[in-house]
């Protein structure tokens, strides 16, 4: 038999999930190899043969059932959001929520709700790069005290289509070409700018993918959304529509292109590291959770319709009210059992949740659990230890594949006298589940309503709110992946029947960069009630401070371990950690290098510091690998500090003797030098240096 125990020397928080957990936790310490049926095994390196040199044996029932076991050992990946990276934490409340909804998680702030979250890209197979443009998932499971509920959303709050029905044709354009299956976790292609071009209700998540939110800098440091509108119901029945939102306390961050295709080489799993890296270290990823709420009798007052899964409500007309707090603190004991077997739904709601008419969110009702039949194997996949619900459930359904619940008793149906009726309904006034009672008149009809129509008056807003910086790399990227587009036809209609509809300086300038003719007039761009959203701008959502941070400390032999130490010190007591980076891992004193520059180019650091030391610095100014360190950091806008002869390495890789964002000094100035050098990289890029990188080669 299987033993289990408790894991050793891992942070085990003693949260309702991770005990209902401790059962399925498998340990092989001081324990024998046996077979699945027990069976102890003696030899695991040979198969029985008949002679030392003869055919192997099929009656090696021990060599047979290994083999076949890793024959079933994948099963199939999502069909989209394969890539997934996922971390156990804890939920909590502000203070109760008890007028908005009777949720029974909202309302204690004394009470902790175990949750579990998945982020993901959308694109890409299981195996794909972290860092590649795309919409990220964001589902997160609350294992409430009254069934699982399920906030399975994006980064992003806008979806590319209205309906569901055309969700397998935005997939289908989306994902791999059907004859070479490329490309591989991107839309620069052919495929999709064909569908998106021809498709204009697509025109405002396309702009959102084409923005900085598609290269995010961390998943914990990435918002998320619910996407459609939902709604709180409170005991008394009252009802209001809600948008969710999730807001990373350390603020929101991004890549810059050039970085994120780099990155994407140099370590593909640079999200899925820095989640688990920063768990590990306890430093706890935070996001609070808002809500937008507006009253059932203020449906129609916006110049968009509630029910249509393309349009955001402007923060600036509904204000996002904080209402509780994610802190993930755990990170997954197995990635298969947990993050490859978890089970989102958005039908996975509780008292006191409810959906809406939204075409998209009802189609996605019936998708999650289909879906799941395929790649979990039949329909017990809510019996995987990571699906179970941490509250009991009990009810008549029985057997099917995989079954592993012992029903004990006579009856599995309802009503019934044999065992006593149980088990039995609950009424909604002691918490069971009463649908909102909607009212609903209608034709049978397959109609889009009218109030969906307008497709650009949003994705115009968007373009409107973004800061300098952010409009270019919009337009870049609409001509980086236009430009991967094989068929011209695609990106002329992509610049002149959608462009062209939500800005005629951002259509003219990709027609420009795509050697077009500029677009004629006559687009009508959108005109959104809410002309500008400085919310929606990231760089309004940077936090202050470095908290998170990571800081290259480079440097070579023959420097002063002591500032080494002194430096990091004083980075880790701002929140950031500094790792020492040199040509080689030879030690530095009696300190060992933690990376080379080949190794952990700067293209994974968020901020450069060249201390002094003339045998070091002089090594690195010799070293091209050294002085394209900097140059890169530079270039990508990063925060440089140099200390003492460590600017000569600065001067070598010809950066300009002043530039925005570049701290440096004397040894005696060590201070000063860090307070400027902290104060930049706390910004996280200093945009003031655009037009200084132009000359920097990349
Ligand atoms: Fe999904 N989506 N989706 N989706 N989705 C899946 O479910 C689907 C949509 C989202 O980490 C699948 O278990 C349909 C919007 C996330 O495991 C599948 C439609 C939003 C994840 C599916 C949508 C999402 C999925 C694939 C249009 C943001 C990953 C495997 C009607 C609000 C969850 C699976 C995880 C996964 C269907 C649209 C978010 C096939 C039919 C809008 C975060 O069931």
Redesign the pocket.
């Known amino acids: 038999m299987t033993k289990h125990k408790s894991p050793q020397g891992k942070h085990q928080p003693t949260d309702a999930k991770s005990q209902s957990l401790e059962s399925f936790r498998a340990h092989a310490d001081g324990e024998a190899l046996r077979t699945n049926q027990g069976v102890k095994i003696a030899d695991n390196q040979n198969t029985l043969r008949a002679g030392a040199r003869g055919p192997s044996l099929l009656e090696d029932f021990i060599m047979r059932e290994k083999i076949t076991h890793f024959d079933h050992e994948r099963i199939p990946e999502?069909?989209?959001?394969a890539r997934?990276s996922a971390a156990h934490g804890v939920f909590r409340v502000y203070e109760s929520q008890a007028e908005l909804t009777r949720a029974g998680f909202l309302q204690d702030p004394a009470k902790e709700t175990p949750v579990y979250v998945?982020f993901?890209t959308v694109q890409g197979p299981r195996g794909s790069s972290d860092t590649v443009r795309d919409i990220r998932?964001?589902?997160t499971k609350f294992y409430t005290d009254e069934g699982n509920f399920d906030l399975?959303?994006?980064n992003v709050p806008v979806?590319f289509i209205q309906d569901?029905i055309k969700?397998p044709d935005f997939v289908h354009a989306v994902k791999p070409e059907a004859p070479d299956e490329m490309p591989t976790g991107g839309t620069a292609h052919d495929t999709f700018w064909d569908f998106v071009s021809l498709v204009p209700e697509s025109a405002h998540t396309v702009i959102w993918a084409m923005s900085d939110r598609a290269i995010p800098r961390s998943l914990r440091t990435m918002e998320g959304f619910?996407?459609?509108t939902f709604r709180f119901v409170n005991a008394k029945g009252h009802a209001r529509f809600i948008k969710w939102h999730w807001r990373p306390v350390l603020g929101s961050y991004s890549l810059l292109w050039d970085e994120a295709q780099k990155i994407a080489g140099k370590d593909p799993d640079f999200h899925r590291r820095d989640l688990w890296e920063a768990i590990e270290r306890g430093d706890y990823p935070e996001f609070e959770l808002g809500v937008q709420v507006i009253e059932e009798s203020d449906e129609h007052k916006f110049d968009f319709d509630l029910l249509d899964?393309t349009k955001l409500v402007p923060e600036e007309e509904v204000p996002v009210k904080i209402i509780g707090k994610m802190t993930l603190n755990r990170n997954p004991d197995n990635f298969f059992a947990e993050t490859e077997q978890?089970?989102?739904h958005p039908g996975h709601i509780v008292p006191g949740i409810d959906f809406t008419n939204d075409p998209?969110l009802q189609?996605?009702l019936f998708?999650?659990t289909d879906?799941?039949i395929s790649?979990l194997g039949g329909p017990n996949f809510h019996e995987i230890p990571i699906n179970r619900p941490v509250c009991p459930y009990q009810n008549n359904q029985r057997d099917a594949m995989h079954r592993q619940t012992l029903n004990v008793g006579q009856a599995s149906y309802e009503p019934n006298s044999v065992s006593g009726g149980w088990p039995k309904e609950t009424q909604p006034k002691d918490g069971g589940f009463e649908s909102y009672q909607e009212r609903m008149d209608g034709v049978k009809i397959r109609v889009r309503s009218e109030s969906f129509a307008d497709h650009f008056s949003q994705a115009t807003m968007f373009y409107h709110s973004m800061s300098e910086p952010e409009k270019d790399h919009i337009k870049a990227a609409y001509t980086f992946e236009l430009g991967k587009v094989t068929k011209p036809e695609i990106r002329e209609r992509q610049v002149n029947a959608i462009l062209a509809n939500i800005d005629a300086d951002l259509a003219a300038s990709v027609a420009q960069a795509l050697g077009l003719p500029k677009p004629k007039a006559g687009a009508k761009p959108g005109k959104p009630r809410t002309a500008s959203s400085p919310a929606l701008s990231l760089l309004n959502r940077v936090q202050p401070g470095i908290k998170a941070r990571k800081i290259a400390l480079l440097t070579a032999p023959g420097a002063d371990p002591a500032m080494l130490t002194r430096l990091r010190d004083a980075f880790a007591l701002e929140g950031a950690t500094a790792l020492v980076i040199a040509p080689t891992l030879a030690p530095i004193g009696d300190l060992a290098p933690d990376a080379t520059i080949t190794g952990m180019p700067s293209v994974m650091f968020d901020a450069v510091f060249v201390p002094g030391g003339e045998k070091a610095t002089e090594a690195l100014a010799e070293s091209g690998d050294a002085r394209h360190f900097v140059l890169e950091a530079f270039k990508h806008l990063k925060a440089i500090g140099a200390l003492d002869t460590g600017r000569l390495v600065l001067s070598a890789a010809q950066l300009p003797d002043h530039a925005d964002g570049v701290a440096n000094g004397d040894e005696a100035e060590l201070e000063r030098v860090l307070k400027e050098f902290i104060e930049a990289a706390g910004q996280h890029r200093v945009w003031s240096r655009v037009a200084q990188t132009l000359a920097v080669p990349a």
């Open positions: 999502r069909i989209v959001h997934g998945r993901s998932g964001f589902a399975v959303g994006n979806f569901a969700f619910g996407v459609h899964p978890v089970a989102f998209l189609g996605r998708s999650y879906t799941q790649r």
